[in-house]
């Protein structure tokens, strides 16, 4: 699972540092929602692989399929799906959303 390029294999060798495995209890999980399951977004969409561009492994990124509008929580962007996202106040507040990453 952990895949070294050789110069991190050389500095773990040379500092003497054994690489740990992730224990369940720190790899990463969907934020716990109250109502449906959450989903990958759909990254054939050429806008869901600009998002996925811009979040830049600064957050999470979630698809809720009862959600109106998307929402930030404990790092992780949950979204509607992005065909569900008709009206133009509920863009407006993904691109709020996304334009505050670079803060994060």
């Avoid at 600064?58 to 790092?75: G, H, M, P, R, S």
């Avoid at 992780?76 to 507040?93: N, S």
């Amino acid at each position: 699972m952990n895949k070294f390029y050789s110069a991190q294999k050389h500095l773990l060798d040379v500092l003497k540092i054994a690489p740990l495995a992730l224990n369940q209890r720190f790899s990463s999980s969907p934020a716990k929602t109250t109502s449906s399951k959450l989903s990958l977004p759909d990254l054939t969409l050429s806008l869901a692989q600009d998002i996925e561009l811009l979040l830049a492994d600064k957050l999470q990124w979630w698809v809720q399929a009862d959600l109106t509008q998307a929402l930030l929580v404990d790092n992780q962007l949950l979204t509607p799906p992005l065909a569900m996202l008709e009206l133009p106040e509920q863009k407006k507040a993904l691109w709020a959303l996304l334009s505050a990453v670079d803060d994060i």
